[in-house]
């Protein structure tokens, strides 16, 4: 009795999918390790950034699966451009309200003035990272932080107001936070 070893066309075919299936999911693991790493490093370099909140964001950004570590830094300061352009719409929604508490107001309108001028320097980040202009990006998003912070800070100065914002000016210091500490793997040449 003869045994066949040539293989049939359909078990080719298996083969063929499951190397497929193979290489997609060794893929998906780099880009996982790579997200896993920049976060441990973020948080490493700013104890402000929390590792979930980092993995979370990093891998549900589009593309960021495919993503090299200057491709992620790029995708972090897209997430901030999302974020600032989002709170700011959101601020001029909540300023419509008439019955707003006065004290909150003028937070808000400090707020608004603050977001507005952080929509430009982050549309200038993106230049500067482009051409790898890293000190310069990295000038951008720490008055991104800086203008999230007085955002914040204004609410604190009366008891008992919590401020509207607290998790989205949060968001985008923790996204500023990464992706410094991203650009700083570059300028230390530590990646
Ligand atoms: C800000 O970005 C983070 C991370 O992508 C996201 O989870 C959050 O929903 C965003 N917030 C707003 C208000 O867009
Ligand atoms: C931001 O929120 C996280 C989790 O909600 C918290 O651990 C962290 O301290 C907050 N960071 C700042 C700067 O408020």
Do not use: W
């Not at 080719?12 to 299936?21: I, M, S, T, W």
């Not at 699966?65 to 719409?89: E, H, P, S, W, Y």
């Not at 800086?146 to 923790?174: H, M, W, Y």
């Amino acid at each position: 009795m003869r045994t066949t070893l040539s293989f049939s066309p359909l078990l080719l075919l298996f083969l063929f999918l499951f190397l497929l299936l193979l290489s997609s999911s060794f893929h998906r693991a780099a880009a996982q390790t790579l997200i896993y790493n920049t976060c441990k490093t973020g948080v490493n370099h700013d104890s402000n950034i929390d590792f979930t909140f980092c993995t979370t964001s990093l891998q549900s950004a589009p593309a960021s699966q495919c993503a090299d570590l200057r491709g992620l830094g790029m995708i972090t300061i897209k997430l901030i451009q999302n974020n600032v352009t989002d709170t700011r719409c959101y601020v001029k929604h909540l300023l419509k309200n008439k019955k707003l508490d006065p004290y909150v107001k003028v937070r808000l309108q400090d707020c608004l003035e603050l977001y507005s001028d952080a929509i430009p320097s982050v549309k200038q980040a993106v230049k500067y990272y482009k051409s790898k202009k890293f000190v310069d990006a990295n000038r951008e998003i720490t008055s991104v932080m800086d203008a999230v912070i007085t955002c914040e800070d204004g609410f604190l100065e009366k008891k008992g107001v919590v401020s509207p914002l607290k998790k989205r000016d949060n968001d985008t210091f923790q996204l500023s936070a990464i992706s410094l500490s991203i650009m700083n793997m570059f300028q230390t040449g530590s990646h």
